[in-house]
């Protein structure tokens, strides 16, 4: 996160320096924009003109500053009024509903429909040519998309328990929006305005370029670029220096967005922006982390899933942190594999690294991920690109969130987000054929009257009706592989059950379909698993089938766990002392040491997984005593 707090602010500082090389220009001792040198027109750079004369023989790095001006005025003046009107249309929209919303988002969201360059025209036409005209169009054309993305913001504060409260205490609405839920959405915003403002230099370089925006002789980048067209010929640098400035500045505001993303929303695993300078995915530094032999069963027919020393690491330019460490597991065809451990202890890392969706401060730091896909190839997950890992996430592999009202978009309906999913890897099948297929999939995991549900918006379902609409999505193209990230932990336990179920419903219907189950909840683990993964402190701690692992544990860890859950044997529960140690301040040795009873000073050392049987491991020296308590 420092890290990337430190790129951004070198990035703004460079942005700045630039706004203030064009605040400056009249101090500059820069040529007249307007003399003319006819007689040496489209001379070359020389130490009277750096970047030579243009085809009137006026200076070229005069004009490019104070082009700079025009295209740096127009785009802030656009983006600054569309961010004020976007922001007050989408807060009332979002909070009022209603007629309030029809006639601010949905009447702004007309414009969406019209050819951005065209409508342009159209204002220009009727306004005449000019800065301020390119500013009133450019504001129109970007005023729907803040709407937007604040409506949605919007939409989702207004529904969290202290804006609530706030309302059941009579705040007055004003004061709600301006206080409290405006505040929380300026995140967002500022994305929106940075990608608002390169947008907007781009239109108006183009619309100038069409002879519709700058009026000569002042100078415009676009200008610039028209008349270099006509000069291609004679002095070709003509057209290279006001692109480069145009490809520049662009660039430059596209980077100061994706270290906003990275740096206001961290734990957003979208790719945005200019991402795509990364190359792959997530990348850090190497770290040099012990490798354990693999524990895989080996009388156990082809994996689906093989796992084998996955580590997840967060990002630090000398000194990056290990997250989680050496995680090797396997999941066969038909299998559910359950994830458990305290909160902190890596389950949901270890999920999100195998699908490629870390957030950006976080990167797989070693292992690997291998997958058998339906064709039979076996793909390491953690050497895809994100192209690569986007045609197989839904197909191949899926994944079910913990937070449905999270994960699921607020302002599209519901069944139009499952027919995304249905048609990014099917589109052969026409809109009559994907509309009965939504349906049937929101009636198989169990929603009522589905046709109807598919045209609601996800706040307008209730908690369990939203996570079994999520259950839908990540099954709509039947996976090979389903990732199950506590599905079940905010919901009562009646909807509780009645997912478990669905879940079972589901793996009837496709049998070899392989779960990871991540979950706390023990009782579970027993109810739908056949083996269960133990994961404490980014380490797995013990392996095993359910029947083995719960009725004889052996590591301390495990033993404990099952000892404080109501739905034990145990005549008394017991509690874990102490809490999982944060990354910063891992113990030597076995991490639960400092917790565990059974501790020794041999627990200093690194513990590795041991064979306890077939297809049996636990990380402890002491695993016998545990498996087999002396009398």
């Given at each position: 996160m420092r890290h990337s707090k430190t790129q951004l602010y070198f990035w703004l500082g460079l942005a700045a320096l630039l706004v203030l090389i064009v605040l400056a220009a009249p101090l500059l001792p820069l040529g007249d924009v307007r003399a003319m040198d006819i007689p040496h027109r489209f001379a070359g750079p020389s130490a009277a003109h750096w970047l030579g004369l243009d085809h009137y023989g006026r200076d070229v790095l005069?004009?490019?500053?104070?082009?700079?001006?025009?295209?740096l005025a127009v785009a802030f003046g656009s983006a600054f009024a569309a961010a004020i009107i976007g922001t007050i249309l989408g807060l009332i929209g979002g909070y009022f509903r209603g007629i309030a919303e029809i006639f601010t988002v949905r009447a702004t969201e007309i414009i969406l429909f019209l050819p951005p360059l065209l409508l342009a025209l159209l204002v220009i036409t009727i306004l005449g040519a000019g800065v301020g005209t390119l500013i009133l169009a450019i504001t129109i054309l970007y005023v729907p998309n803040y709407t937007r993305v604040v409506y949605a913001a919007t939409l989702q504060t207004a529904s969290l328990d202290f804006v609530t409260a706030q309302r059941a205490m009579g705040t007055h609405p004003a004061t709600i929006l301006a206080r409290t839920i405006l505040p929380n959405i300026v995140p967002p915003l500022l994305v929106q305005f940075s990608l608002t403002v390169a947008a907007a230099i781009l239109l108006e370089s183009g619309l100038s370029f069409l002879g519709l925006g700058v009026v000569p002789p002042a100078p415009s980048w676009g200008l610039m670029i028209r008349a270099a067209r006509g000069a291609l010929d004679a002095a070709p640098l003509l057209l290279l220096w006001p692109s480069l400035a145009l490809a520049g500045t662009v660039l430059l505001l596209n980077i100061i967005c994706d270290k906003l993303q990275?740096?206001?929303?961290?734990?957003?695993?979208?790719?945005?922006?200019?991402?795509?300078?990364?190359?792959?995915?997530?990348?850090?530094?190497?770290?040099?982390?012990?490798?354990?032999?693999?524990?895989?069963?080996?009388?156990?027919?082809?994996?689906?899933?093989?796992?084998?020393?996955?580590?997840?690491a967060l990002a630090h330019p000398t000194h990056p942190r290990v997250l989680t460490r050496n995680i090797s597991l396997q999941v066969a065809p038909g299998e559910t594999l359950a994830l458990v451990g305290e909160s902190g202890s890596g389950k949901t890392l270890t999920g999100l690294a195998m699908t490629g969706l870390l957030p950006n401060a976080l990167y797989t730091a070693g292992g690997s991920a291998k997958l058998r896909t339906r064709a039979g190839a076996v793909v390491d997950l953690t050497a895809l690109d994100e192209d690569a890992l986007r045609s197989l996430r839904g197909h191949e592999i899926s994944m079910v969130f913990q937070d449905a009202s999270a994960a699921l978009s607020p302002v599209h309906r519901v069944g139009d987000q499952l027919a995304e999913i249905i048609t990014s890897h099917r589109s052969d099948l026409s809109a009559a054929q994907i509309t009965a297929q939504v349906?049937?999939?929101?009636?198989?995991?169990?929603?009522?009257?589905?046709?109807?549900?598919?045209?609601?918006?996800?706040?307008?379902?209730?908690?369990?009706?939203?996570?079994?609409?999520?259950?839908?999505?990540?099954?709509?193209?039947?996976?090979?592989?389903?990732?199950?990230d506590e599905p079940t932990t905010a919901l009562d336990p009646t909807i509780q059950a009645q997912i478990l179920t669905l879940l079972a419903d589901l793996k009837a219907e496709n049998p070899e379909m392989g779960v990871i189950f991540v979950t706390h909840n023990l009782a579970v683990v027993h109810e739908i698993a056949d083996r269960v993964c133990v994961m404490y402190a980014g380490e797995v701690v013990e392996q095993g089938t359910v029947e083995q692992v719960f009725a004889h544990p052996a590591h301390p860890y495990t033993k404990a766990l099952l000892a404080?859950?109501?739905?034990?044997?145990?005549?008394?529960?017991?509690?874990?002392?102490?809490?999982?140690?944060?990354?910063?301040?891992?113990?030597?040795?076995?991490?639960?040491?400092?917790?565990?009873?059974?501790?020794?000073?041999?627990?200093?050392?690194?513990?590795?997984?041991?064979?306890?049987?077939?297809?049996?491991?636990?990380?402890?020296?002491?695993?016998?005593?545990?498996?087999?308590?002396?009398?």
């Open positions: 005069s004009r490019i500053i104070w082009g700079a001006r025009a295209s990275d740096v206001l929303n961290p734990r957003s695993a979208a790719v945005g922006g200019a991402a795509w300078l990364r190359g792959l995915r997530n990348r850090g530094p190497e770290i040099d982390i012990p490798t354990e032999a693999p524990t895989t069963d080996p009388q156990a027919g082809p994996a689906l899933l093989q796992v084998e020393g996955l580590s997840v349906t049937d999939l929101l009636r198989k995991v169990g929603i009522p009257d589905p046709a109807r549900r598919a045209r609601a918006y996800p706040f307008e379902l209730s908690g369990g009706q939203r996570q079994r609409a999520m259950i839908a999505m990540a099954v709509a193209n039947k996976p090979r592989l389903l990732i199950a404080s859950v109501p739905e034990s044997d145990a005549a008394r529960l017991e509690s874990i002392p102490g809490t999982v140690p944060q990354p910063a301040n891992m113990p030597e040795g076995c991490r639960f040491a400092p917790r565990c009873t059974y501790a020794q000073p041999g627990c200093n050392a690194t513990q590795l997984l041991q064979p306890v049987a077939v297809g049996r491991t636990s990380r402890c020296l002491r695993w016998k005593e545990i498996l087999c308590p002396s009398p």
